[in-house]
């Protein structure tokens, strides 16, 4: 199984600060990860997939880029609705998805 | 506007079958999409359980596949979810899901509302 680990756990920043979350893949996945971010109570939404390509409709304050093992989700600037749980998610094999611990991002 | 909402009981008893459907509108179930069922809970994140496409192939998660059922009802606009010997470690919120593929590997785009499932007696 391919394990995803993300990191920090928990970042805490001000509003207008950049944010730089960080997902390191076990073993090789190429490109193929996304980003999702959840709220309390919600589904998670998805950001980014193909580690790059924004989704419909999210901002371009959200980046991603990576490949490999190594990948990041970048928020240019953070705004108040921005601070939620992000996840990582891979697969690369497709009877085995798997998702990382999730990076907390809280206000400061 | 696509839309996943989901029905089922909140309650199932341990080693019963814990039944969910999910309905979609704003398009058909026979397009080109895989059509998913992920879990949430605080013990294990987030589990993907499993997922079909409308011609009927499934692929499950290993850890769950003895257990799980995914079938659509394409009459009905639906897909559902059939998990048998539910034990204390099936409670989670229990999400549908639709996937698309990109370059090779299928995302969640949609989601259902959620629904949290407890294993008790």
């Known amino acids: 199984e391919i394990v995803l680990t993300q990191s920090p756990a928990t970042l805490s920043l001000s509003p207008g600060e950049g944010a730089t979350l960080s997902c390191r893949a076990s073993q090789y996945i190429g490109t193929y990860l996304a980003w999702y971010q959840q709220k309390p109570g919600q589904a998670p939404r998805l950001l980014i997939y193909d580690a790059s390509t924004r989704a419909t409709g999210v901002p371009a304050r959200f980046s991603g880029s990576g490949s490999g093992t190594d990948f990041t989700l970048t928020i240019s600037s953070l705004e108040p609705e921005d601070f939620a749980v992000y996840y990582c998610h891979q697969r690369y094999n497709w009877r085995a998805l798997t998702v990382g611990g999730g990076t907390k991002v809280e206000i400061k | 506007q696509v839309q996943l909402q989901q029905s089922g009981p909140g309650l199932v008893k341990p080693s019963g079958t814990l039944s969910l459907t999910c309905a979609l509108s704003?398009?058909?179930?026979?397009?080109?999409?895989?059509w998913s069922w992920v879990r949430q809970s605080p013990e294990k994140g987030l589990e993907w359980i499993g997922e079909?496409?409308?011609?009927?192939?499934?692929n499950y998660n290993p850890s769950l596949e003895s257990r799980v059922t995914i079938s659509v009802d394409k009459s009905k606009n639906q897909f559902s979810l059939k998990l048998t010997s539910v034990t204390a470690a099936d409670t989670a919120v229990y999400y549908c899901?639709?996937?698309?593929?990109?370059?090779?590997?299928?995302?969640?785009?949609?989601w259902g509302q959620g629904t949290r499932v407890t294993v008790s007696s």
């Open positions: 704003g398009d058909s179930i026979s397009t080109n999409y895989w």
């Open positions: 079909i496409h409308h011609g009927g192939t499934t």
């Open positions: 899901a639709r996937a698309f593929v990109a370059a090779r590997s299928p995302y969640f785009d949609f």
